[in-house]
């Protein structure tokens, strides 16, 4: 399995602009989880999906941003409208339990999309 | 409000050199306390802790856990450059009411010179 798969790896957009971020999991995770990875906040939790169903979202800092996985083996992370303060480095992550960290592999998060918003 | 403090937040040591890195936490209803290295890339799994006292070892790197006095210390020792990371705490708790949801410190970043 190729892994958790991301696209694009790096997104430059201007201010207004919707951005819309792609994640694959790997065949047969049920859990998905969406986070957003900044200097001053760190890695943090937006949203979270068990069998495609939005589990957990409290923590999607606002109605800009939305997640839908449609089907198992896809999941979008959108931003409509992008702002400056948008710009990150945003991970999604799959597992076959809950526990996210069952793995000793870097499998289990994919590479991230770099996002920067000018 | 769940926390992670991570502390240094940054660290420059030269090869050779042993280093300590701090993890602090303030979760509801803990349940374990994890450790990822962070290099360009995606973070990978070190260690995952439960129980207090009990030394995690993998080859250079070994961790332990205080849950009484609620940290973690992440030690490496004879650093070598391809240590040079960001290191991440995490934990586990049920403030968000379900498991799997990691409560991250914002890092340690490791600098490693020849």
């Known amino acids: 399995d190729a892994g958790v798969i991301q696209s694009p790896r790096h997104e430059v957009t201007e201010m207004g602009q919707e951005v819309t971020l792609r994640c694959k999991p790997i065949s047969g995770h049920d859990y998905l989880f969406w986070y957003r990875q900044t200097m001053m906040r760190g890695l943090e939790l937006l949203i979270y999906?068990?069998?495609?169903?939005?589990?957990?979202d409290s923590g999607m800092p606002e109605d800009r941003f939305s997640a839908k996985m449609p089907n198992a083996s896809f999941s979008t992370l959108k931003i409509q409208p992008s702002e400056p303060r948008d710009s990150a480095v945003y991970f999604c992550a799959s597992s076959l339990s809950q526990k996210l960290y069952f793995s000793n592999t870097e499998a289990f998060f994919g590479q991230g999309t770099r996002l920067t918003v000018v | 409000e769940d926390k992670v403090v991570q502390s240094p937040l940054s660290l420059v040591v030269h090869e050779g050199d042993t280093v300590t890195l701090n993890c602090s936490y303030e979760v509801t209803n803990f349940r374990s306390l994890l450790w990822y290295k962070q290099e360009k890339k995606a973070p990978t799994f070190l260690f995952m802790l439960?129980?207090?006292?009990i030394e995690k070892k993998s080859g250079r790197l070994s961790s332990i856990l205080d849950k009484k006095e609620l940290f973690s210390i992440l030690n490496i020792t004879a650093t070598q450059t391809g240590d040079s990371a960001v290191y991440l705490c995490?934990?586990?708790?049920?403030?968000?009411?379900?498991?799997?949801?990691?409560?991250f410190g914002k890092g340690t970043k490791l600098s490693v010179k020849p």
């Open positions: 995490a934990v586990e708790g049920t403030a968000r009411g379900s498991q799997g949801n990691l409560i």
């Open positions: 999906f068990n069998n495609n169903v939005p589990i957990d």
């Open positions: 439960t129980s207090s006292g």
